[in-house]
């Protein structure tokens, strides 16, 4: 697999505009995202996982350090617009992204910026308001709409965009379980239909449902690896204010009792089964 | 009671009337207003009235919508009854005290309470009727002319899209403020005006933090979507004149006709 | 001290097309000291009545009595409803408006019409409640402070109004795994040292469970589960049906059941649950 995304000793301040002095929410970052992955990236409020997002589609510019994508260097003015057409964005608070008052409007909206012919947008904005299954409110208000179509809405303007990678960033922070689940199900079938996915998030099940998991604290990459590797470090996660899914959870509970559960169970069904099959 | 407002909101229809061009739209309104000023005679409110009343039935929009949509407005509309009523001075029908109403006065009182209704309700059919999207991209091409003058007209256009989309947003939130303060104790009823001035300040603060926030992670979430880059913009919905705007444009051409006519003729 | 639901009915937008039923003959009773779970998903009638228990909405039908006062009479006074129930909203964080913590925390109590003196001994309690350092943040501008910690200064502004009833609405939406639970160990020392009656408005099955006295599941507007946490996550089949989940715990032991692993116990904590997998394998 080819990387797609590729940060290279990212580091970013922020500038505080009363007195000039600097606050640094990125120290150092590397870490490459492979072309058609699925990768999470967790760490608490503060940790400089919404800054890193941002810089990784050129909202912000990177202080020190290098972000390519797809090979294109994102702090370069000249590919400013073709990065943030490969590297679309969705935002965690589904009311504050949707500018127009109509849904299908809303999703034209990249499409139009970026100069697409209008028969060409119709058939994206169709498909990708298909794609999120939102195709039968194209007509309606957003603000008609509960927090997971209003997300899945997001998700659609970003997607007919055509880009080859979506960053999310907490897009299931605001929704109740219904939304959350709706809108990680819309994930997983852009994901696998190969749309680069990038969630940022602080549900540790959805992390535990991608191919890697980055884990960021204080603006520094603390852990890197697959999910199973991640989620074995309980201890760890916890000093870093993160939990661990309800499986590992009681995995880690039941080896406590002195009973030998292993090490990659991750979601709740592998551990029933492998608990069934001990007795 | 902050659901209530219906002016500025659009009706979703796919009425005839819904889907003729903005533009068109835009210019048939503002010539329809003129045209409730040049008029002076019953029957030529009349006129008047029956062709919103046409409009209305063929737009689809139910009139308990349209009309919930003029209580606000109720207060201008009878403020502005009296005034005329009291102040032209005329034949006098009846007096008391220093008032008194003249029939010249009772006749302007209640032509200028119609204008303004029709007005309101011309006016709010425009919005019904009209996508916010589709309105800002007609004023947009109508505005187009004046960019050699140096007037912005994408970024206005873009501007009045984004308040007709948070209108509702902010009212809710300002709901919910409103609510979570009237939870700490807070009174916006009682007390003079004064009083109930700085009572609105627990509101107002939070109101302005949030627009602030929105706007914020609305600009983020536009530029992410490539707002503001150096392509030419196009449209979804292109705007096409096609016969039915043809249609639509003779079809008030004669309105305007009998109108001028009435007000000559008779 | 206690509070009363009865027969409390609701309808939206009376007599206009779009007119809805929000609740639907509601009836409970919490006692002293009781943490209240209330959940349902979204649109489920939550938040309709949690603004009639604080005098927000007025009832078309029903009384809520709270001790011996009917706060849906007709002269009952708004300021009484206050001081014995008090209500934080979902993310309190945006109501705040005062230039310092100390005076935003205020503006609650001196609506109640109490002395100057009282007021300052409440928000200094308050703030120290909510596990904040008074001296510290009482200059401060609340929009200075932390997103936690602007929390936990909004829960304050109205934990200082001492209510006999204090209802939270979701009170840990958006915050990561640490500040969530903060929040809630938070509103477990508040219960002690208050001995009020709680209402937590919540998503997380497992708060719920492990915290709750009493469980309130809402669907369409009806009542329709009353019970301790082990009747009512008994039911999970019906709460499935209403897009409700079960705790984790319990979702699991659940499972294991189904494969004819007979986990025993409440499973109302992950603890519990590793309890009973324990007892089962080591027999």
């Known amino acids: 697999m080819t990387d797609f995304i590729k940060v290279e000793n990212l580091v970013f301040d922020y500038i505080k505009s009363e007195d000039e002095s600097t606050f640094r929410a990125i120290d150092d970052v590397s870490f490459t995202v492979e072309k058609g992955s699925f990768t999470a990236i967790i760490g608490q409020n503060g940790s400089g996982k919404s800054t890193l997002a941002k810089n990784i589609n050129g909202l912000l510019v990177p202080t020190a350090g290098k972000i390519y994508v797809d090979g294109l260097d994102s702090a370069d003015p000249e590919n400013i617009w073709e990065v943030r057409q490969r590297v679309a964005m969705v935002f965690q608070n589904p009311d ?7 849904v299908e409007d809303d999703v034209a909206f990249g499409p139009e ?20 299954e939102m195709y039968e409110f194209r007509r309606k208000a957003p603000h008609l709409l509960s927090g997971g179509q209003k997300q899945r809405i997001a998700i659609a303007g970003a997607v007919a965009m055509e880009p080859e990678c979506i960053v999310f960033d907490e897009p299931t922070a605001m929704l109740d379980p219904r939304g959350r ?31 890697k998991v980055i884990v960021l604290d204080q603006g520094e990459v603390k852990m890197i690896g697959t999910p199973l590797e991640i989620f074995r470090r309980a201890e760890e996660l916890k000093a870093l204010s993160l939990g661990v899914p309800p499986a590992v959870d009681l995995a880690d509970r039941l080896r406590q009792r002195g009973i030998e559960v292993p ?13 069934c099959q001990l007795k | 009671m902050i659901r209530d407002i219906t002016l500025g909101q659009f009706y979703p229809g796919n009425s005839w009337i819904h889907r003729l061009d903005p533009r068109v739209k835009i210019m048939v309104t503002l010539l329809y207003i003129v045209s409730i000023f040049v008029v002076k005679d019953f029957i030529g409110f009349a006129l008047a009235a029956l062709g919103l009343a046409v409009v209305i039935a063929i737009s689809r929009v139910p009139l308990k919508f349209i009309l919930r949509g003029l209580k606000p407005i109720f207060i201008l509309i009878a403020f502005t009854f009296i005034i005329n009523m009291f102040m032209i001075k005329g034949e006098v029908l009846v007096s008391f005290w220093i008032f008194s109403i003249s029939r010249e006065g009772l006749r302007m009182a209640v032509f200028m309470a119609i204008r303004l209704i029709l007005l309101i309700i011309g006016s709010s059919l425009l919005t019904l009727t009209t996508k916010p999207i589709s309105l800002t991209d007609g004023m947009e091409a109508l505005l187009s002319p004046f960019k050699r003058f140096g007037l912005p007209a994408h970024d206005l256009a873009m501007m009045m899209t984004i308040a007709l989309r948070f209108i509702p947003t902010l009212l809710e939130e300002t709901d919910k403020i409103m609510k979570a303060q009237m939870a700490r104790g ?31 992670d609305l600009a983020m979430a536009m530029e992410a979507r490539c707002y503001g880059s150096n392509s030419k913009k196009t449209r979804m919905n292109g705007m096409k004149i096609c016969s039915r705007d043809i249609a639509a444009c003779l079809i008030f051409a004669a309105f305007l006709a009998m109108i001028i006519l009435e007000r000559i003729l008779l | 001290m206690s509070i009363e639901v009865k027969g409390l009915t609701h309808i939206y937008s009376e007599g206009l097309p779009d007119e809805s039923l929000a609740l639907e003959d509601i009836s409970f009773r919490a006692e002293d000291g009781q943490l209240v779970g209330l959940i349902g998903h979204t649109g489920s009638g939550k938040s309709t009545l949690v603004q009639h228990l604080n005098g ?45 913590v100390a005076k935003d925390v205020a503006f609650g109590p001196s609506n109640l019409g109490l002395t100057a003196e009282e007021v300052d001994e409440r928000v200094r309690e308050a703030i120290e409640l909510v596990g904040l350092d008074y001296d510290k943040v009482k200059n401060l501008s609340p929009f200075d402070l932390s997103g936690g910690q602007k929390r ?24 990561n795994p640490k500040a969530h639970a903060d929040i809630l160990s938070m509103v477990e020392k508040i219960h002690e040292s208050e001995k009020n009656i709680i209402f937590l408005v919540s998503h997380n099955m497992d708060d719920i469970a492990r915290m709750s006295d009493k469980v ?65 394998l080591k027999r």
Do not use: W
Request: with cysteine; net charge negative; proline share 4%.
């Open chain 1, 96 to 102: 504050n992204q949707i500018v127009s008052s109509v």
């Open chain 1, 113 to 132: 910026n970026l100069g697409v012919d209008p028969k060409e947008i119709r058939k994206r904005v169709d498909e990708a308001l298909k794609s999120v």
């Open chain 1, 181 to 211: 689940r709706e809108v990680m199900n819309v994930i997983h079938r852009l994901n696998e239909k190969g749309i680069t996915a990038l969630l940022i998030t602080h549900f540790m099940e959805e992390a535990a449902q991608a191919d």
């Open chain 1, 263 to 275: 090490q990659d169970l991750l979601e709740v069904e592998d551990i029933v089964r492998y608990l």
């Open chain 2, 186 to 216: 807070a009174d916006f009823e009682s007390g003079n005006i004064l009083r109930r001035a700085k009572a609105l300040i627990p509101i107002l603060v939070p109101l302005f933090i949030s627009a602030f926030r929105i706007a914020q």
């Open chain 3, 56 to 100: 927000l909405l007025k009832p078309k039908k029903g009384h809520i009595i709270v001790g011996d006062v009917d706060i849906t009479a007709e002269n009952v006074v708004m300021r009484d409803i206050r001081r014995k129930i008090g209500l934080v909203f979902q993310y309190p964080e945006y109501q705040l408006f005062e230039e310092t």
């Open chain 3, 152 to 175: 936990r200064a909004a829960i304050a502004g109205v934990i200082a109004m001492k209510p006999e009833v204090l209802i939270l609405d979701e009170p840990t939406a958006g915050l």
């Open chain 3, 216 to 280: 309130l599941v809402m669907d369409h507007g009806k009542m329709m589960m009353d019970g301790t946490p082990e009747e009512v996550f008994s039911r999970g089949d019906e709460l499935k049906k209403m897009g409700l989940a079960l705790p984790a715990s319990m979702e699991i032991a659940a499972q294991l059941r189904e494969n004819g692993f007979a986990v025993g116990g409440t499973c109302l904590t992950m603890e519990e649950t590793a309890d009973g997998i324990a007892e089962v």
